[in-house]
């Protein structure tokens, strides 16, 4: 399995931007679909955007299309989530998550977890 570790997370206003970060560490040397999800209190952890190893396919949901861009940097072994325009809706708990699967918007397909990171957006 590849370790992952989140970063980027904080409170910004309605309207501002945050970057995360997900560095992945251990078997990095096989070609791992990666995603964002997140989940916010009481909800389910839902996708964000799901990327593949080569980067040339995303899928990005609807509730964030458009404000959000998934990219990754193989030669650094890190996956970012750049989230533009935030709404208070966005607070949420940020998860990067690996699979050695195909692209794929259900969280059960992915078999590496980071701890997560805070995001919280104020009106």
């Known amino acids: 399995q590849v370790q992952l570790v989140e970063s980027g997370g904080g409170l910004v206003q309605a309207g501002g931007s945050l970057r995360l970060s997900c560095a992945a560490s251990g078997r990095t040397n096989s070609q791992y679909t990666m995603g964002w999800f997140r989940q916010a209190p009481g909800k389910e952890r839902e996708v964000v955007a799901v990327?593949?190893?080569?980067?040339?396919?995303?899928n990005t949901a609807d509730s964030v299309k458009g404000r959000f861009t998934i990219s990754r940097d193989n030669a650094k072994n890190t996956v970012y989530l750049q989230m533009n325009s935030l709404k208070p809706e966005d607070t949420a708990v940020y998860y990067c998550?690996?699979?050695?699967?195909?692209?794929?918007?259900?969280?059960?397909?992915?078999?590496?977890w980071g701890q997560g990171t805070q995001v919280t957006v104020s009106s």
């Open positions: 990327i593949s190893w080569s980067g040339r396919n995303t």
């Open positions: 998550a690996a699979t050695r699967g195909p692209l794929s918007i259900n969280r059960f397909a992915y078999e590496s």
